[in-house]
């Protein structure tokens, strides 16, 4: 089984940026759609942006949630075996605990997470 680690979380002031990186023990490809999650405190896990990877190639058909469209940029990298999310112009709401997860039909692999916290 394919194991995903995060990493580039930190703590940030309002404003300010991050990008995530999520390294597979395995090519990425092999999965339909990579995402990344998001979890607050006392929140569900929420889709934050999906970019579907069959394929050899790094081009992939990218989806955002409302709230980060314009400041957050998923990418991915199959040589690197590395998908990423850019984050910009971060907000306090932005904090939260963030999730790698590679899809294949209905089974979902995740990563262990990493925490984002954005100050005001």
């Known amino acids: 089984q394919v194991q995903l680690v995060e990493s580039g979380g930190g703590s940030v002031q309002a404003g300010g940026s991050l990008r995530l990186s999520c390294t597979a023990s395995?090519?990425?490809?092999?999965?339909?759609?990579m995402g990344w999650y998001r979890q607050a405190p006392g929140n569900e896990r929420e889709l934050v942006a999906s970019?579907?990877?069959?394929?050899?190639?790094?081009?992939?058909?990218?989806n955002y949630a409302d709230s980060v469209k314009g400041r957050f940029t998923i990418s991915k990298d199959n040589a690197k075996k590395t998908v990423y999310l850019q984050m910009n112009s971060l907000e306090p709401e932005d904090t939260a605990v963030y999730y790698c997860a590679g899809h294949l039909g209905s089974s979902v692999s995740w990563g262990q997470g990493t925490q984002v916290t954005v100050s005001s």
């Open positions: 970019i579907t990877s069959a394929g050899i190639t790094n081009y992939g058909i990218t």
């Open positions: 395995g090519s990425i490809f092999r999965f339909n759609t």
